[in-house]
């Protein structure tokens, strides 16, 4: 794998570093943060920069607006909560290119930082419209992204302002996740076990047949379970089913006997009578072993699958895990899910957790801050591990 240059490979004293961070943050109704996670997880860089008497501007997309300055989707407020956590001024522009943003970039003291509005109030950056990623660049001397869960999307602020800026580096928080997402996979400790989970098969094919040949054991849950166990014949009810990717299933199955993989799939199920997404409602919920009844709906594995994945996942010294194993915003669909959590935060062991919802299950299981990693990446992380080159990453220089 290409090795990246980072902010630690170069000079930063007296530089104009245009930081591409994500401060894609969930807002309340009258606009103040409600988690800052993603705003914690860019201070090294930060810091550093500002250490290193850099001139830090920092920019970042928040929510969907569309190309309108849509005041809702406004980073003032983030700049608030940056400035605490930094203990020092964040000075906030109302525009991300122009003058007035010039202006302000050119008075900037070494160690000072700034943070640009909305890079999406202008449809160009997510166009990737040369003319606005060259105002983008004309800010800097030097370019970082940080921002890994954008890295998947070749916009203006992640891959354009690259062909216009002389030095383009990775943060730290960009560092980490290529090194746990990229070399940690690609040389993994043995054993190295996989958990997949989710909704979809089809979203994971790609996944899969990328880990499988990486995998000691792969342990398969969630929905796209019952794919596989469909595949195999076993009967699922009305659990979701996606007929198209049952050869595909298949052809996994095969695969991983033939390369000598561990392929576990789940041995009991936490079913239900109903289950109404919209309303995230179920019924009347029971457990069963091996095959699901006919008219029953799958949405967690069941105590003896929790059982046998965790004693495998004992077995491992490199652990990644992509995906819930049930429907674990449901408080009665998410022990299965919390067992995983529970079963991959060993000491002593590289444990990835590879970012979107089983980010979120981790976070909430409270067992976050025993992992060794947990990607700060949705899709981004999901292409990644799929082995697909990301176009704000290849953008960068090679150290
Ligand atoms: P993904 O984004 O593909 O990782 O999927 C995450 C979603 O899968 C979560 O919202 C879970 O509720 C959902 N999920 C996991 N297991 C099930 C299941 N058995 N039935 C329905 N949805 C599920």
């Not at 029971?286 to 105590?303: K, N, R, Y």
């Not at 990644?320 to 669909?333: D, H, Q, R, T």
């Not at 909430?364 to 799929?386: C, H, R």
Request: proline share 4%.
């Amino acid at each position: 794998m290409r090795k990246i240059k980072t902010i630690a490979d170069i000079s930063c004293t007296d530089k104009r570093v245009f930081t591409r961070v994500d401060f894609n943050v969930p807002l309340d109704e009258k606009g103040n943060v409600t988690d800052g996670a993603r705003i914690i997880a860019a201070l090294p860089t930060i810091q550093y920069l500002t250490q290193n008497n850099a001139k830090v501007i920092l920019a970042s997309h928040l929510g969907r607006p569309n190309g309108e300055r849509t005041m809702k989707y406004s980073l003032r407020n983030v700049a608030l909560v940056l400035a605490k956590h930094l203990g020092q001024p964040v000075l906030f522009l109302s525009d991300c290119i122009g003058e007035e943003v010039h202006n302000a970039v050119s008075k900037m003291a070494n160690g000072s930082v700034v943070l640009l509005e909305n890079l999406r109030f202008y449809r160009e950056e997510i166009d990737n419209d040369p003319e606005f990623a060259k105002k983008l660049g004309s800010l800097c001397d030097t370019y970082v992204n940080d921002a890994f869960g954008s890295a998947h999307r070749a916009h203006a602020s992640t891959e354009g302002i690259t062909k216009f800026v002389r030095e383009n580096v990775a943060g730290f928080l960009m560092e980490k996740e290529l090194e746990f997402l990229g070399s940690k996979i690609l040389q993994p400790e043995r054993p190295f076990i996989v958990i997949l989970g989710g909704a979809k098969a089809s979203d994971k094919i790609k996944l899969i047949n990328n880990l499988i040949t990486k995998a000691n054991s792969m342990l398969i849950g969630g929905a796209m379970a019952y794919t596989f166990l469909a595949a195999k014949g076993i009967s699922v009810g009305n659990s979701p089913v996606e007929e198209s990717q049952i050869p595909v299933a298949l052809e996994a199955i095969k695969k991983a006997q033939d390369i000598g993989v561990n392929l576990l799939l789940p041995v009991d199920h936490v079913i239900t009578s109903s289950f109404a997404p919209e309303q995230k409602a179920i019924g009347a919920i029971s457990t069963v072993q091996g095959g699901i009844p006919q008219q029953a709906i799958g949405i967690d594995i069941g105590p003896e699958t929790a059982d046998l994945f965790s004693r495998e996942i004992e077995t491992a010294k490199m652990i990644l895990w992509n995906g819930p194993m049930g429907i674990f915003e449901i408080k009665e669909s998410s022990a299965g899910t919390l067992a995983i959590a529970k079963a991959i935060a060993r000491p002593g062991v590289t444990s990835i957790v590879g970012g979107g919802d089983s980010g979120k299950a981790i976070r909430e299981s409270g067992y976050a801050n025993k992992v060794s990693f947990v990607s700060t990446g949705g899709g981004a992380s999901l292409e990644f591990l799929e082995g697909n080159p990301l176009p704000g990453v290849e953008a960068l220089d090679v150290a």
